[in-house]
Each structure stands twice: as structure tokens, then as C-alpha cells.
């Protein structure tokens, strides 16, 4: 791999993981553009319960482009939202387009690949929002998300089969849940309280299987751990005599993430 290589990285995450040929669909769209470009997917995880799957991406600006969009594509043509059940909220069939500077790039090329993603969506009469390095006024996710209803799963009624999508720009962020072994909601909206740090741990508490899922976006990874967070949230329920039924990080270390990407993307000639 030249040094003079740019790569983006993107988690996008989509509304669907029960019907497992749309899911082999969204791969192979993936595939046939990183035969052709400089993309590559790099892995894919889907949660039924939530029926939500996040594909990790890696590419340059043309490749991560291309092949984000021949997802979209994919996507819009086998997904309708309004006949998605899942207890993770959603905005949209393709609900979150991430972008991450990984390697010789800047966030504000992140935020330039993000808002040309927009508009490629927005061709497509679906409806957008910016957030991040990508907002003219850099407004968080969470921030826009709040404002637009997406924790209620308010959905526009401009594109009902389609919804809507946040698409923006930030540093890696790395996502980490934990299981605790409760149906208590208020107890573990207490946990969630208890665990973020500003600008650091986002969080969220939703039931999921026998428990509830404290789900956290870390996006100072290098500051604050997966591991660091797991043994908070550990601490925080042992305290209500509550145990730990599962831990799930979504995503790689930004150097592993690095690595990978590098494996799997020819090198210039």
C-alpha cells in the first residue's frame, strides 16, 4: 500500500438483519464495486432484535463513495420501512452513513465524502440530514437525531417506504453494548446516565433478549476503551445486584481497522 494512499472508513447501518438473502444482497452490491474500486467490506453484523446490521467499509474517496451508494441502491429496492419492526429506534432503511478519516485524510475531507453522499441520497428522493464535520453548523448526531424525533422513530411522511437518513463526518467511533440481567428500564436508563462522558461515551439503554442492552458509541477510543466502559457498566449494575449476560463490540480499533484495510485494498502501481 502507498504511503500516498488516502482511506475513509464508514459504518453503515441499515434497518434489516431478519431476511438473511437481503443481507447477502447488500454484501455482494458491496463486492461488486470493491472488484472494480479501491473499497473493501470489511465485516458485517447484524442484530435480530433490533433488525439492524452495520457494514464496516474502508476506501478511498471514489471506492468508499461508490460502493456506499450501490448499497443504498440495494437497499431501497429490498427494504421497506414501513413494514420494519425492531426495538433499536430508526430514522430510515439506511439510517446512519458515518464517515471516518482512517488514513492520510483529514476530517474535513471525511465531511466533504459525507455531503456528497448526501446529495447522491437526496437524488434518490431520500430525505438527509448532516451532522458532524459534514453540518455547516457542526452540530453532533445526537443533537440532530434529538431534533428530528429519530429516538421516537418519527418518520417523514415525503418518503414513507424509505424514511430518512443521518449522514456525517466525525473522528472513529467504535460501538460497544453490554447485556445487564434486568427488565427494570428505569434502573438501567440510570445505568446509561451513569456511564456517559461528555464527548467521549454516547448511551442508550434498550430491552433486548433477557435483559436490557446498554448500548454505547465511544467516540474517543483511544482515551476511553471498550474495555474500560464494560467494566463501568459491570460496576454500575453489580451495585443494583445485577449480573452481566453479554458483551458485543461492534467494529475494530481504529490501527486494527487501519491494518485490515490495507490487507484488502490493492496497493498503487
Known amino acids: 500500500m502507498s504511503a500516498r494512499m488516502k482511506l475513509f472508513t464508514s459504518l453503515v447501518n441499515i434497518s434489516e438483519a431478519r431476511t438473511g438473502s437481503t443481507i447477502k444482497l447488500l454484501e455482494q452490491s458491496a463486492r461488486d464495486v470493491s472488484s472494480l474500486k479501491k473499497a473493501a467490506l470489511l465485516h458485517t453484523f447484524s442484530d435480530l432484535e433490533y433488525n439492524r446490521t452495520v457494514f464496516t467499509l474502508a476506501g478511498d474517496r471514489d471506492g468508499l463513495t461508490s460502493c456506499i451508494i450501490e448499497m443504498c441502491n440495494t437497499a431501497l429496492r429490498n427494504i421497506d420501512l414501513r413494514s420494519h419492526e425492531g426495538i433499536h429506534p430508526r430514522g430510515g432503511v439506511i439510517d446512519l452513513i458515518p464517515v471516518h478519516p482512517l488514513l492520510n485524510t483529514s476530517l474535513e475531507e471525511a465531511g466533504s465524502v459525507a455531503r456528497e453522499l448526501a446529495d447522491a441520497l437526496q437524488k434518490k428522493s431520500v430525505s438527509c440530514f448532516l451532522y458532524g464535520a459534514a453540518d455547516e453548523q457542526g452540530r453532533s448526531l445526537v443533537e440532530r437525531r434529538k431534533g428530528l424525533g ?112 490495507t490487507e484488502a485494498l490493492p496497493g498503487d502501481s
Open 150 to 261: 429519530w429516538f421516537k422513530n418519527v418518520k417523514l411522511p415525503e418518503s414513507p417506504s424509505s424514511g430518512w437518513t443521518a449522514v456525517g463526518a466525525t473522528p472513529y467511533v467504535l460501538n460497544c453494548n453490554v447485556m445487564i440481567d434486568t427488565s427494570d428500564i428505569t434502573m438501567a436508563r440510570s445505568i446509561t446516565k451513569a456511564v456517559r462522558r461528555p464527548g467521549q461515551v454516547e448511551a442508550m439503554a434498550f430491552p433486548h433478549g433477557d435483559g436490557i442492552e446498554i448500548a454505547c458509541n465511544l467516540t474517543e477510543v483511544d482515551q476511553v476503551p471498550p474495555e474500560l466502559v464494560i467494566a463501568d457498566v459491570t460496576d454500575l449494575a453489580g451495585r443494583h445486584g445485577v449480573g452481566i449476560l453479554d458483551r458485543t463490540v461492534i467494529g475494530y480499533t481504529i490501527d486494527r481497522l487501519t491494518q485490515l484495510a
